[in-house]
């Protein structure tokens, strides 16, 4: 079992980047494959990156594609992503999440999920 907290989240201008990282906790951080997920008011939740156990393979979001980066550090236990060129759209609250295997894009599939940390932009 893994625990999951978020930092990083504030208030940032459009255009502004941002770097969100989640602190892992207990055994194994490397057998599982981990994901950012954001959910704005009123929205359904999306995936909006995801990285391999490995780190060597990585999915985003079409609607992040080009403007965020997601790694890891499995040395210490660590997934950041990074976020460049925010726009309001970003706003909301992203939650850190892990999956034992490989990436998987249904939201669902993921079994562990941390708190979460706001990000809100403004236009």
């Known amino acids: 079992q893994v625990q999951l907290e978020e930092s990083g989240g504030r208030l940032v201008q459009a255009g502004d980047s941002l770097r969100l990282s989640c602190a892992a906790s207990g055994p194994f951080f490397s057998a599982y494959a981990m994901g950012w997920v954001r959910q704005a008011p009123g929205k359904e939740r999306e995936l909006v990156a995801a990285?391999?156990?490995?780190?060597?393979?990585?999915y985003y979001a079409d609607s992040v594609k080009g403007r965020f980066t997601i790694s890891r550090d499995n040395a210490n236990n660590k997934v950041d992503v990074q976020m460049e060129s925010l726009e309001p759209e970003d706003t909301a609250v992203y939650y850190c999440?892990?999956?034992?295997?490989?990436?998987?894009?249904?939201?669902?599939?993921?079994?562990?999920w941390g708190q979460g940390t706001q990000v809100t932009v403004s236009s």
């Open positions: 999440t892990a999956r034992s295997g490989g990436i998987m894009q249904r939201i669902d599939s993921y079994d562990y």
């Open positions: 990285i391999s156990r490995s780190g060597l393979g990585t």
